[in-house]
């Protein structure tokens, strides 16, 4: 498979995988917290499991997990994982958008250092050995 079609996987990959996050802290929002750790506890992340937004996020992480299987068949892992640090910035600009979330100074100083990481890898790495 040629390197842009594995790139739009990639991509997939990634954008169901944060927006799978955005729907877990958006269920968990509402499920509230899970109590101290224990039978309680345990208990309590069975029932969030099966909240819709919950459920919605780990769906969204199965299909997510289908297009990263068609990365990792085609391209080297060293290259591809990296990769994966897109979605950190991806959590943090929906973070933003849907929940209000503040973001620091040198917050953003460690993403331009991730995206500058990002370049690096995928301008000199290697998708295939």
């Not at 790139?7 to 944060?18: D, K, M, T, V």
């Amino acid at each position: 498979m040629g390197k842009p079609v594995v790139a739009i996987f990639l991509l997939i990959a990634i954008s169901l995988g944060a927006f799978g996050q955005i729907s877990l802290k958006h269920g968990m929002k509402q499920f509230g917290d899970l109590g101290r750790v224990g039978v309680g506890m345990a208990a309590n992340v069975i029932r969030a499991i099966f909240t819709p937004y919950v459920l919605l996020g780990l769906l969204l992480y199965a299909v997510s997990s289908c297009f990263w299987l068609v990365v990792l068949s085609s391209w080297n892992l060293s290259y591809a994982y990296p990769m994966i640090a897109i979605s950190y910035v991806l959590v943090v600009l929906l973070s933003r958008v849907f929940f209000g979330d503040k973001v620091v100074p040198f917050q953003w100083l460690g993403i331009m250092l991730m995206c500058t990481g990002l370049v690096l890898v995928a301008g000199f790495g290697k998708p295939k050995g």
